[in-house]
């Protein structure tokens, strides 16, 4: 059986030349970046290089750069480590109710640590609204974050209008740009963001690595202790191979990035035709037009997502329901509630297929006609 | 026509024990294309967070990722809750004593789920029940799973000849210590766990505090049967009858146990020894019946018959009153029939079917005091 992999927003494939890039890395470059002998330095020198790489994919200065382990950590950093660090400044954060785990679970804690927390909801294009945005926003808000695209619909978020609004606020904004980094150039100027979280593994390059930015001046305790790595920011010896690994993914992906979004974009709507020709009912949950190329979330009516999925992953087919599971079951989607009420036959029976460096027109059009077959047999029991 | 092996599908429910788990071994030693799937019925997240089904999932995936086999689970935390849950609270409020994995068997396992194993292609569905499927002229017969002792028919007794067509039960014809040594022999991550005990969505807990958080309990008198007040009950759900625990009535003489409750009064009957003349009747009225060959036997029938699960079969003649109801006479007087309980007939090794006991008799007429 020849499996399809359209779950590229949960992970993507590694680069070949990102692999490359990284074995030197092992062979050669084992000294700690930190150590003040010639192993140390010839480390520290391709970290800071990596460092520049990264900055200059958003714009911004390498000091401001900070390597996480991963997009999580990038995010726990940004809600938990500002608003610990300025809480005497206010006592209020906002965010959205579709923001990934990583962003809402911290949001959680920090309303366990007595913070007030106020959760933005999308309209049923799966938007979040400025103006509910601006209501919101207090002289005690401290700490804003908004989703750049959220990972189940692909919808693209009004980061820069926020950030308008923001400009002469005190409190730091920060977005989780998880899955925009690939699909969007992002300038951080532009974006007029405070914080961005990226991470690795989901523009082709290792996973356990991610990164931070924090623009110069932001105020963030550190949420682990050690040495003095990352400016003081982010203890622990640094991952090289993994930094090294995401520096060369992301030269890939600055290069390539205009071509891989027309090919994904290209990907989508041959998946999205064939199931029209097939003749499958389904709708777009989202605005299509607000849409990144890389994902398409759809709504099945009358199926049940665990039937889906373990049907399609039975014909070869990888795909998700975006959201999270407890002992292996579905549960129902928190950002399709979210969009369209928690009773919404949509959040039990919509699946997220994502495209990218596992797809070809050939394998994306297979997919869709296999889909279609699962469908019709379903219909017909 | 009769498929290869590995062109059928079988769907195996899999709790992350070692019955379905060797169960599964089997399948897949026997060539078929072999899925396993979890079932998710009772959502037990407690204060930390901690959830069994969780941990039971891992060891799912632990002994599927052994036999290189898939698995998914799915979640029928809603079917169970109307279908199981609230027959097991009705039953509770009417004064009965409900058989959950009775109804488990028939509304979920063998049927929701089922239904799901179709809708995954699966031409079988399997368990790890210790219980036989036989085939003889297009009908299924449902026999004794061979370890006397294991034998889960009981249980099963409620399915149909459409689910028993779709059913296999890898562990029928084994003895349980041969099945842990299957397990230890392969080194399946389950071989050593130690076999769940109780109602599944109780658990290790409490029964009388998980009730407790569902009905309200009314505590009341027991009194004997002549009106002799012996004391306070905790609520009348938290007894059954037979029961000696908990009773807390001292003095000389033998132990106390219940033989009836009056639902209507609140009262909670007790009376002294095991053998409590109370406590014996002489036939029952069951409804609600499973003829599993589909065929209802005409007007009488000799058999034997189980009253609850792991008892010695007692000789009994069967009556039919009407299309859903039997009358089932004891050849020797029987104590603590429960009614809510199953009745299961057996013919020697097949099992007959069952039904649901209603009314309990002496002299040819209803106990009152039994519930």
Redesign the interface.
Same mark, same amino acid.
């Given at each position: 059986m020849k499996e399809i992999y359209l779950d590229h927003a949960a992970t993507t494939p590694v680069h070949p030349q990102v692999i490359e890039s990284m074995v030197p890395v092992y062979q050669e470059v084992f000294g700690n970046p930190s150590s003040v002998h010639q192993f140390g330095r010839k480390a520290r020198r391709i970290l800071d290089d990596a460092r520049r790489t990264v900055a200059r994919s958003i714009g911004a200065n390498e000091k401001e750069i900070i390597f996480t382990s991963s997009g999580t950590e990038a995010d726990n950093m940004a809600l938990i480590g500002t608003a610990r660090a300025n809480k005497e400044k206010g006592n209020h954060v906002i965010t959205t109710s579709i923001e990934h785990h990583a962003t809402l679970h911290a949001a959680e804690q920090l309303e366990k640590e007595g913070f007030q927390v106020t959760y933005l909801q999308p309209d049923e294009s799966g938007l979040i609204s400025v103006k509910e945005f601006q209501e919101k926003l207090t002289d005690d808000t401290i700490v804003v974050s908004v989703i750049a695209v959220n990972n189940e619909t692909g919808v693209i978020q009004p980061i820069e209008k926020i950030g308008k609004m923001l400009e002469n606020h005190p409190a730091y904004f920060h977005t989780d740009a998880v899955q925009a980094y690939g699909a969007l150039e992002l300038e951080v100027e532009e974006l007029k963001v405070d914080m961005l979280t990226v991470s690795g593994h989901k523009i082709n390059g290792p996973k356990g690595i991610g990164f931070l930015y924090a623009k110069e001046g932001t105020v963030i305790q550190t949420l682990h202790f050690g040495g003095e790595q990352e400016r003081k920011r982010r203890p622990g010896t640094e991952n090289l191979p993994a930094v090294i690994g995401l520096q060369t993914a992301v030269e890939l992906m600055v290069e390539e990035r205009e071509s891989r979004v027309e090919t994904y974009k290209q990907y989508k709507s041959l998946f999205l035709d064939t199931l029209l020709e097939e003749q499958v009912t389904f709708s777009i949950n989202g605005d299509p037009e607000r849409m990144v190329a890389t994902i398409v979330n759809l709504s099945f009516p009358g199926m049940n997502v665990? %039937?889906l999925?373990?049907?399609f992953?039975?014909a070869g087919i990888a795909a998700s329901s975006g959201s999270a599971? %407890?002992?292996?079951?579905?549960?129902p989607s928190h950002v399709l509630s979210a969009m369209y009420g928690a009773s919404d036959e949509r959040t039990v029976n919509s699946i997220r297929f994502s495209f990218g460096m596992a797809n070809s027109q050939e394998n994306v059009i297979e997919a869709a006609r296999k889909i279609s077959q699962v469908i019709r047999?379903?219909q017909a029991? | 026509m009769v498929k290869d092996p590995k062109d059928t599908r079988v769907v195996i429910g899999m709790s992350g024990g070692v019955d379905s788990s060797v169960a599964a071994l089997l399948l897949k030693e026997q060539g078929y294309d072999v *899925?396993g799937?979890?079932m998710?019925n009772w959502?037990d997240?407690d204060e930390n967070g901690v959830?069994t089904?969780?941990e039971?999932?891992e060891d *799912?995936?632990r002994v599927c990722n052994q036999l290189d086999i898939?698995?998914?689970? *799915?979640?029928f935390e809603k079917q169970y809750w109307d279908k199981v849950f609230r027959y097991f609270l009705d039953e509770y409020k009417a004064g009965r004593t409900p058989n959950p994995d009775v109804m488990c068997n028939k509304e979920i396992k063998f049927k929701a789920f089922l239904d799901?194993a179709?809708?995954?292609?699966a031409d079988y569905l399997a368990t790890g029940h210790y219980a036989q499927v036989s085939e003889i002229d297009g009908v299924y017969e449902m026999l004794r799973g061979k370890d006397n002792n294991k034998d889960q028919t009981y249980f099963l007794n409620q399915l149909s000849q459409d689910v028993l067509a779709k059913v296999i039960f890898p562990l029928g014809h084994l003895e349980k210590k041969k099945v842990r040594e299957i397990a230890r022999e392969h080194d399946l991550a389950t071989a050593a766990k130690k076999d769940s005990t109780g109602i599944c969505f109780i658990g290790e807990r409490n029964f009388k505090e998980f009730l407790s958080e569902y009905l309200p309990a009314q505590p009341g008198e027991m009194q004997t049967l002549d009106g002799e007040v012996k004391g306070r009950h905790d609520g009348l759900m938290y007894y059954t009858l037979g029961q000696r625990q908990g009773l807390g009535i001292g003095g000389a003489g033998e132990p106390w146990f219940v033989v009836g409750k009056n639902l209507e009064d609140n009262i909670l009957y007790v009376g002294q020894g095991f053998h409590h003349d109370a406590l014996y009747s002489e036939a029952l009225i069951a409804t609600q019946i499973n003829w599993i060959s589909r065929k209802a036997p005409n007007g009488e029938m000799e058999c034997t018959a189980k009253f609850r699960y792991r008892q010695d079969d007692s000789p009994v003649t069967v009556q039919v009153l009407d299309d859903d109801k039997v009358k089932v006479i004891f050849h020797e007087s029987q104590r603590a029939i429960t009614p809510g309980q199953a009745v299961v007939f057996y013919d020697g090794e097949v099992c007959l079917g069952g039904a649901t006991i209603d009314e309990v008799l002496k002299e040819d007429q209803a106990l009152t005091y039994v519930g």
């Open positions: 665990e %039937t999925l373990t049907n992953d039975l599971c %407890t002992a292996g079951s579905v549960e047999r379903l029991i | *899925v799937i979890f998710k959502d997240t959830c089904a969780t039971d999932f *799912v995936i898939p698995y998914y689970a *799915v979640n799901h179709i809708s995954l292609g």
